[in-house]
């Protein structure tokens, strides 16, 4: 599923960069060479790294 339709960052890519070490939205599409745009995708993204966070 994507996360976020300006930079087209899909869950898995979400997932990925929290394991990697990103605690927010900003740092994860950094970590995957993008930046935050519109910013609508992110209560979603917050989610999917609480969650990656949670079970880690
Ligand atoms: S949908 Fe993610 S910045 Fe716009």
Known sequence: MIVCVCN????SDVRK???NGASCPSSAY???GRRAKCGQCFPFARQIIAAERATA
Not at 8 to 11: C, T
């Open 17 to 19: 960069a929290t394991k």
């Open 8 to 11: 087209a960052i899909r869950e």
């Open 30 to 32: 950094a970590c995957l």
